[in-house]
Nanobody
Framework: QVQLVESGGGLVQAGESLRLSCAASGFIFSMYVMAWYRQIPGKQRDQVARITGDGRTTYADSVKGRFTISRDNAKNTMYLQMNSLKPEDTAVYYC????????WGQGTQVTVSS
């Protein structure tokens, strides 16, 4: 079955960096568009960045120039490098498989203190 497991969240100060990882299993990873989303309690889940199987990327305006999405198809893993973090980046971050049915990971909390 499809499984997505995020890791790498935590508490950091504004201006610092974090790298999130999403380990995928149960499907042919390289064939699927993958994405990172984030959600603040009481708000909708918003897409942060997405990446195609061959590495083409798209970013939300709020993270352009600060976040980098990447993937290693040999390791079935997707990453989100987050630099220059801001308090408004505080959210639960979710990994998602987008092609066909959408699957979600369990989420990882990122908290940025000012």
């Amino acid at each position: 079955q499809v499984q997505l497991v995020e890791s790498g969240g935590g508490l950091v100060q504004a201006g610092e960096s974090l790298r999130l990882s999403c380990a995928a299993s149960g499907f042919i990873f390289s064939m699927y568009v993958m994405a990172w989303y984030r959600q603040i309690p009481g708000k909708q889940r918003d897409q942060v960045a997405r990446i195609t199987g061959d590495g083409r990327t798209t970013y939300a305006d709020s993270v352009k120039g600060r976040f980098t999405i990447s993937r290693d198809n040999a390791k079935n893993t997707m990453y989100l490098q987050m630099n220059s973090l801001k308090p408004e980046d505080t959210a639960v971050y979710y990994c998602a498989r987008l092609t066909g049915a959408t699957y979600w990971g369990q989420g990882t909390q990122v908290t940025v203190s000012s």
